[in-house]
Structures are given as structure tokens and as C-alpha cells.
């Protein structure tokens, strides 16, 4: 039986934050790392979701406040059990 991919929730531009965060610095091995520790100091929010896409060195990071998120998915009637959470910005061009 084929697994199914996740149902996705697009998260709205006005909900969120965006950061580049130049990485070339860091040994490709530890980048991982070095973007946790940065994500931990960087997010604006008590409790931020985030969204990070990489192009090269660079981590391109989306946060947005899940608590928001969570009230506004509380009132979805078909809600998944799991979904990804995914800004609106990389589905336009």
C-alpha cells in the first residue's frame, strides 16, 4: 500500500516573518546545527513555527506564531490528524 503524503496547511503571508540567514561560513556538516541554535534566538514569537528552505549556503526562513495557527486550525471542521506546514510565498511566483 502506497503512503500518502501529508495534507498540507498554507500558512498565510501575513502571518509570516521572513529571514535569510547567510550560512557559507559554517562547514556544510554543521549547517543543520548552527540554523537550530539561530532559529532558537531568532524566532519573534513565544511559540514560532518555521519553515526553512536552503539555496546553497543560505537558509531561507519563514516563522509564524503557532499559537495563532493552532486557534485558527481548531475551527477547521475537516482538519487532518497530520499536515506540513508550508508559507504561502513559495507557491507564487
Known amino acids: 500500500m502506497a503512503r500518502r503524503a501529508p495534507a ?3 500558512v498565510d503571508r501575513a ?3 521572513y529571514r535569510c540567514l547567510d550560512l557559507n561560513h559554517v562547514p556544510r556538516s554543521d549547517r543543520y546545527q548552527a540554523l537550530a541554535l539561530k532559529l532558537a534566538a531568532l524566532a519573534p514569537f513565544r ?3 518555521h519553515y526553512v528552505a536552503w539555496r546553497g549556503g543560505h537558509a531561507l526562513v519563514w516563522f509564524w506564531d503557532e499559537e495563532v495557527r493552532e486557534a485558527v486550525a481548531e475551527d ?3 482538519q487532518p490528524r ?3 506546514d508550508i508559507p504561502c ?3 507564487t511566483s
Do not use: P
Open 89 to 91: 510565498l513559495l507557491y
Open 15 to 17: 502571518w509570516c516573518v
Open 82 to 84: 497530520r499536515y506540513d
Open 8 to 10: 498540507q496547511w498554507i
Open 76 to 78: 477547521c471542521v475537516d
Open 47 to 49: 511559540r514560532a513555527g
